[in-house]
């Protein structure tokens, strides 16, 4: 399984949580999406690893930016 974390700008409550769960639980081969508007933070789990542009543009398409934290 792959994993990859992410830093999301912009997210405030929970609304925002379910709506970037939302958009990057789609994508194909995702297993599990953890996403924390207190730290800003998701982690995205995968069979295996995934775009960092395609996760991004998920994000993007929830109405948020991100970047993959190292």
Known sequence: MATS???VTGMTCGHCEM????????LP??????VSAATGRLVVSSAEALDEATVLAAVDEAGYQ????S
């Open 29 to 34: 081969g995702v297993e599990q999406v953890d």
């Open 5 to 7: 974390e992410y830093q």
């Open 66 to 69: 991100a970047a993959r934290v």
């Open 19 to 26: 709506s970037v769960r939302g958009e990057v639980s789609r």
